[in-house]
């Protein structure tokens, strides 16, 4: 951690950084030490090699918000970004995207794809209910590039690939030098104001969290 941001990088490149047990484990843990170290203000989640997250699994319960976690997220996401990991930016006040990387979603036939339920539900706290029902109904092409994720209004920000970690950690500097506590009020109650974040529960069901 530097300047009270908190920097996350998924480190699994061989698999694609694919979201696995272990891996959801392990993040699990790493946001409970956030969500309790009140010297973190503002949160980085990157990624080591190409892609950012590439995994067939849901993500329910994995990310930030579902830990209770009202620090603002920034995303950065080279390569493909798919499934679960959609999830992430559901979750995230900002999302900056490298000019390569692509949304890949489930492949519905005819050059259409959709993406996963549980992305789509996160995206109508960032998306106009009428962009989510058009996503629903006619998919997108099934490989998103950034700038057509930015056009939608998925993605803040495209910059190049070399420049990506440290655009993210600027803004996330700039985050970190506001007055944390009304900033994450603020995330809260925005939060709050658009429906419960989802969360996995002891018995494994999908919950709210409180």
């Given at each position: 951690?530097?300047?009270?941001?908190?920097?996350?990088?998924?480190?699994?490149?061989?698999?694609?950084?694919?979201?696995?047990?272990?891996?959801?484990?392990?993040?699990?843990?790493?946001?409970?030490?956030?969500?309790?170290?009140?010297?973190?203000?503002?949160?980085?989640?990157?990624?080591?090699?190409?892609?950012?997250?590439?995994?067939?699994?849901?993500?329910?319960?994995?990310?930030?918000?579902?830990?209770?976690?009202?620090?603002?997220?920034?995303?950065?996401?080279?390569?493909?970004?798919?499934?679960?990991?959609?999830?992430?930016?559901?979750?995230?006040?900002?999302?900056?995207?490298?000019?390569?990387?692509?949304?890949?979603?489930?492949?519905?036939?005819?050059?259409?794809?959709?993406?996963?339920?549980?992305?789509?539900?996160?995206?109508?706290?960032?998306?106009?209910?009428?962009?989510?029902?058009?996503?629903?109904?006619?998919?997108?092409?099934?490989?998103?590039?950034?700038?057509?994720?930015?056009?939608?209004?998925?993605?803040?920000?495209?910059?190049?690939?070399d420049l990506l970690w440290s655009r993210a950690d600027d803004v996330?500097?700039?985050?970190?030098?506001?007055?944390?506590a009304a900033v994450q009020a603020g995330v809260r109650a925005v939060?709050?104001?658009?429906?419960?974040?989802?969360?996995?529960?002891?018995?494994?069901?999908?919950?709210?969290?409180?």
């Open positions: 951690m530097a300047d009270h941001v908190a920097t996350v990088t998924l480190n699994d490149p061989e698999s694609g950084n694919a979201l696995t047990g272990s891996l959801c484990e392990e993040l699990a843990r790493v946001w409970a030490r956030i969500r309790d170290d009140d010297d973190v203000r503002a949160i980085v989640i990157r990624a080591a090699g190409r892609d950012f997250s590439v995994s067939e699994t849901d993500a329910l319960g994995t990310w930030p918000k579902s830990h209770r976690v009202w620090k603002p997220l920034v995303t950065a996401v080279q390569g493909e970004i798919t499934g679960g990991g959609l999830d992430c930016l559901a979750e995230s006040e900002i999302v900056l995207c490298s000019d390569t990387a692509m949304l890949v979603g489930v492949d519905t036939g005819a050059g259409a794809a959709t993406l996963e339920p549980s992305a789509l539900a996160g995206l109508t706290r960032r998306l106009p209910l009428g962009t989510i029902l058009r996503l629903t109904a006619l998919g997108v092409d099934p490989r998103l590039s950034a700038r057509g994720a930015m056009r939608l209004g998925i993605v803040s920000e495209v910059v190049s690939g996330a500097r700039s985050i970190a030098r506001r007055p944390p939060w709050d104001l658009t429906g419960p974040v989802r969360r996995v529960t002891a018995s494994g069901r999908p919950g709210a969290v409180p």
